[in-house]
C-alpha cells in the first residue's frame, strides 16, 4: 500500500462579519462562557465555590496523582528520545534548509522569560526555603529540618520541580505546534497538533472541544501565576511604603487586590492592545536588563561559595534520583497524620501541583515556543527548550534561595526569612541584607524588585491574552480586535481576583490542578500524533514522497 502525503489541509471555520469577524465563534463564544462563569461563582457564592473546589481537588488528588507524576514522565522520556532519533531529531521545523529567525541568545532569553518569568521571583527564594523547612526525608525521618543534612534534599525538589519536566511539558507543546504549522502549513491553533489521529475531523466540534480546553486550561494557569504574582506585588509594596493594603500575616487584603489587580491588568491590557512589536517587546527588554542586576546581587553580595556548592552538587543530586522521582507515588493509608499520609499529602501540595501548573501553562508558552524556533531542528529544538532555561532555573534557586537558606543556617536572619510570607520571602532577605548599610539601598531594592515583578505580570498576562485570541481566531495572529483583548484582559482579572477572595491562592491551586487535567489527556495524545507523524515521514522520505508542505521563510535579520 503506497503512503500518502501529509494532511496540510485543516479548515476552521471563522465568521466573515460581525462582532466575532476572524474568530471562531464556537471557540470564543464558549470560552467566554466558561469563564464567566467561574468568574461569577467565586465572586457571589465565594464559600460554596471554595469548598466544592476543594473537594473536587481531593477527588482528583486521590484518583490521578499518579497520572500526572508519570505523564510528565512520559513527556520527558519522548522529548529525549526525539532528540536522539536520528531520523527525527534531524527534520527542520520549517521547510527543508530553513534557518533560524533568532539567534541562539535571543532564542534562550526569549524561551526563559516566557516560561519562568515571574515565578523566579516568589520561588527562588521561597520553595529552597520550603524544602529546606519540610520534605519527604523529613517527614521519613531521614534528615532533619532547618539542619544542614537537609540542604541538599531542599536542592533535589527544587530543581526537579522547575528542571527537565517543567521544561518538557512546554517542549511537547511547542514542538507539536512548531511541527504541524510550519511543516505541514496547518494553522497554528493546538488541534493541529492531533491530526495524524483524527485528521479532518479536528475541523468540527472534536476540534472546537480541543481548543476551548487548551483557552480554559491557559487562563488558569496564568492566573496561578498572576495569583502569586498579585500577593508578592502587594507585599513588595507594604515594603516600599505603601500601607493598607496587606494583612497583618502578610497576605493580601481584598483593596489590595483589587488595587493590584487594576494597576496589573490595566497596563497589561494597554500593552497588549500596542501588540508584540511595541509593548512586549519593550517590557521584555527591561525584564532582561532588571533581571540581570538583581541576579548579579545575589551572586557577588549573596552566599557566593555556598550557592556555587548548592548549583553543582544540587544537579548531580538531582539527576541521580530522577529517575526514581519520576515515577514515584505515594500511598496513603488513609490514617490522618500518618506517615504515609504526610508523604501523600507533600506530593500532592508539590509534584503534582507543579506538574499540573506546567500542563496548563503549555498551551501559552508551547504556543510562543513554537512561533519563535521556526527554522531549528526537532534536536535543537529539544535540547535548547530543556536543558538551557533549566540550567538558567537551578542558577536563580542556588544563589537566591542558597543565600536565604545560609542566613538562616548560620543564624545570622533568625528566623526574618523563614517566618515571612512565600511572596515576601525575597523582600525580608534583601532588606535584612541592606539595612544595616543604608535604608535607602534596602528600599530601593525593594523598589527594584517591585518594577521587575511589575514587568514579568504584565508580560505574562498580555501575551496570555495575545496567545488565547490566537487560538480563538483558528490560529490566525491578524485578529486583535480591541473588544477581545478588553474582555480576556478583564476576565483574567476577575478570574484571580475572584479565586483569591474566595480562597486565597489555595482556590487557584485548586481550579488550575481541575482545568489542567483535561488538557494533560491532550498533551499525552500530541506525544502519540508526534511520533506518528515522524515515523510517517520516515517512511513518506523513503518512498519519494513529499512530507513538507510549506514553503521557506526567509529570515530577516534581527
Not at 527591561?286 to 533581571?291: G, Q, Y
Amino acid at each position: 500500500m503506497s503512503i500518502k502525503p501529509p494532511l496540510s489541509d485543516l479548515p476552521i471555520k471563522t465568521a466573515d462579519s460581525g462582532f466575532y469577524r476572524g474568530f471562531s465563534v464556537n471557540v470564543t463564544v464558549v470560552s467566554k462562557i466558561i469563564i464567566s462563569v467561574l468568574v461569577v461563582w467565586c465572586i457571589v457564592w465565594p464559600t460554596q465555590a471554595g469548598n466544592v473546589l476543594g473537594n473536587w481537588n481531593s477527588a482528583i488528588l486521590a484518583s490521578f496523582a499518579a497520572w500526572y507524576i508519570w505523564v510528565v514522565a512520559a513527556f520527558v522520556i519522548v522529548c529525549i528520545g526525539l532528540a536522539l532519533w536520528p531520523a527525527g531529531g534531524r527534520l527542520n521545523l520549517g521547510a527543508d534548509g530553513e534557518k533560524p529567525e533568532f539567534s541562539n541568545f535571543s532564542w534562550f532569553s526569549m524561551m526563559f522569560g516566557a516560561g519562568i518569568g515571574v515565578g523566579m521571583l516568589t520561588w527562588a527564594v521561597a520553595e529552597p526555603v520550603a524544602h529546606f523547612k519540610n520534605n519527604p526525608a523529613v517527614i521519613q525521618g531521614v534528615t532533619t529540618a532547618l539542619d544542614a543534612n537537609n540542604v541538599r534534599e531542599a536542592y533535589v525538589w527544587s530543581f526537579l520541580h522547575w528542571g527537565l519536566g517543567a521544561w518538557a511539558c512546554y517542549a511537547i507543546a511547542g514542538l507539536s505546534l512548531a511541527f504541524f504549522s510550519y511543516r505541514r502549513g496547518l494553522p497554528l491553533t493546538i488541534r493541529s497538533s492531533l491530526t495524524p489521529l483524527f485528521g479532518k475531523a479536528l475541523s468540527g466540534t472534536l476540534g472546537h472541544v480541543i481548543d476551548i480546553v487548551a483557552v480554559v486550561a491557559t487562563i488558569l494557569g496564568v492566573a496561578q501565576t498572576l495569583g502569586f504574582g498579585v500577593e508578592q506585588f502587594v507585599a513588595g509594596l507594604t515594603r516600599i511604603g505603601i500601607g493598607g493594603l496587606a494583612n497583618e500575616d502578610g497576605t493580601a487584603t481584598s483593596m489590595g487586590i483589587v488595587i493590584a489587580l487594576l494597576v496589573i491588568m490595566g497596563a497589561s491590557t494597554l500593552s497588549a492592545l500596542s501588540g508584540v512589536g511595541k509593548g512586549i517587546k519593550w517590557l521584555s527588554n527591561i525584564n532582561m536588563v532588571l533581571s540581570i542586576v538583581l541576579l548579579g546581587f545575589f551572586i557577588i553580595f549573596g552566599a557566593t561559595f555556598f550557592g556555587a556548592t548548592a548549583f553543582f552538587v544540587g544537579i548531580w543530586d538531582y539527576l541521580i534520583s530522577l529517575p526514581y522521582l519520576s515515577f514515584n507515588v505515594y500511598s496513603s493509608d488513609g490514617v490522618d497524620g500518618s506517615q504515609s499520609f504526610l508523604l501523600t499529602q507533600w506530593q500532592g501540595w508539590w509534584p503534582v501541583f507543579y506538574w499540573a501548573w506546567w500542563i496548563a501553562f503549555a498551551p501559552f508558552v508551547g504556543l510562543f515556543l513554537a512561533r519563535i524556533s521556526r527554522g531549528r531542528t526537532i534536536r535543537e529544538f529539544v535540547l535548547g527548550a530543556m536543558i538551557v532555561p533549566s540550567l538558567m532555573c537551578f542558577v536563580w534557586f542556588s544563589w537566591a534561595g542558597g543565600t536565604a537558606i545560609d542566613l538562616e543556617l548560620n543564624g545570622d536572619a533568625g528566623g526574618v526569612i523563614l517566618d515571612a510570607a512565600n511572596g515576601d520571602k525575597i523582600f525580608a532577605m534583601t532588606e535584612f541584607m541592606l539595612a544595616p548599610i543604608a535604608d535607602a539601598l534596602a528600599w530601593g531594592m525593594a523598589v527594584l524588585i517591585v518594577v521587575l515583578l511589575m514587568t514579568f505580570l504584565v508580560t505574562s498576562a498580555d501575551s496570555a491574552v495575545l496567545i488565547v485570541n490566537t487560538i480563538n481566531a483558528a490560529g490566525d495572529e491578524g485578529p486583535k480586535a480591541r473588544p477581545h483583548i478588553m474582555f480576556w484582559g478583564a476576565a483574567l482579572a476577575l478570574v484571580v481576583g475572584g479565586l483569591l477572595i474566595s480562597g486565597g491562592t489555595g482556590a487557584i491551586q485548586t481550579a488550575m490542578v481541575i482545568g489542567a487535567l483535561p488538557f494533560s489527556v491532550v498533551m499525552a495524545l500530541m506525544c502519540v500524533a508526534l511520533v506518528k507523524a515522524i515515523w510517517n515521514d520516515g517512511r513518506r522520505e523513503a518512498a519519494g514522497v513529499q512530507s513538507v508542505t510549506v514553503d521557506p521563510v526567509v529570515a530577516p535579520a534581527e
